[in-house]
């Protein structure tokens, strides 16, 4: 069955463009378009796309607004940011609201192609050098978060640093992996496993970190120093 996607941005020869582009793709069906927050919500909720890619700024709510809506609401939804904004709090922000690829507007057809297919397959799309900013914006907030709430974090105990042993050896491999914007495939062919093996591996580390996705075990791997950029 293809891929159905529904795109979301308020102008209209960008969607034109991307309906193109797509079209040419056999495995991809355009199920929809929508123009501002609210016509994607209510769009996605009528249609049941498997992919939005969502452009953030957005009126009628916004780009973020309608993917934590939409994240909430229909969580087998699968989300793309699709921006002109390579800053990183945009990132941070819509990572945190449930999108898992995040791509420029100047990228190549072929990436956003890729995007598709990726996300859809229960995998993330953040290039490395994104990743790296949502790392520092993240450790940026959790500083600030400490420094903020200095007399409500001495009257309370310290919470317990993350059990990172639950991981095996190889597990950390794949987390490294992942980081690194490495497909399943990829995977399989850099540690000599198959692609079956990854995904099992990849479904216990979400399990044991208690995460719901590859985008947010990179974030936790980067800002708890389980692995790298490289």
């Known amino acids: 069955m293809p891929i159905r996607v529904l795109i979301a941005d308020d102008h209209a020869l960008l969607r034109e463009g991307l309906r193109k582009i797509l079209e040419l793709e056999p495995d991809l069906e355009i199920v929809g378009e929508a123009c501002d927050g609210q016509d994607v919500v209510e769009k996605a909720t009528a249609l049941k796309p498997d992919v939005v890619l969502m452009d953030i700024n957005m009126p009628g709510g916004g780009g973020l607004e309608a993917t934590r809506v939409i994240h909430k609401n229909l ?3 699968d989300i793309i940011a699709l921006t002109i904004h390579d800053d990183d709090e945009y990132v941070v922000e819509m990572v945190n609201a449930g999108a898992k690829g995040y791509i ?11 995007a598709i297919h990726r996300v859809h397959e229960g995998e993330a799309f953040i290039p490395s050098n994104l990743m790296t900013k949502v790392f520092s ?3 940026r907030l959790a500083y600030y978060t400490k420094r903020t709430q200095g007399a409500a974090m001495n009257a309370q105990p310290e919470p317990e640093e993350p059990e990172h042993e639950k991981l095996t050896a190889r ?16 995977i399989a062919t850099a540690l000599f496993i198959s692609e079956k093996t990854v995904k099992n591996h990849v479904t ?11 985008t947010q075990a990179a974030v936790y791997a980067l800002r708890y120093g389980l692995a790298q950029v490289e």
């Not at 216990?204 to 590859?214: E, G, Q, T």
Request: no cysteine.
């Open 75 to 77: 969580p087998e939804v």
């Open 104 to 114: 420029l507007k100047d990228v190549e057809p072929v990436r956003v192609v890729e």
């Open 204 to 214: 216990n580390i979400l399990r044991k970190l208690s995460l719901s996705d590859r």
């Open 137 to 139: 914006e993240f450790h």
């Open 171 to 186: 597990e950390l491999e794949i987390v490294q992996q992942i980081v690194n914007g490495h497909t399943n495939k990829e």
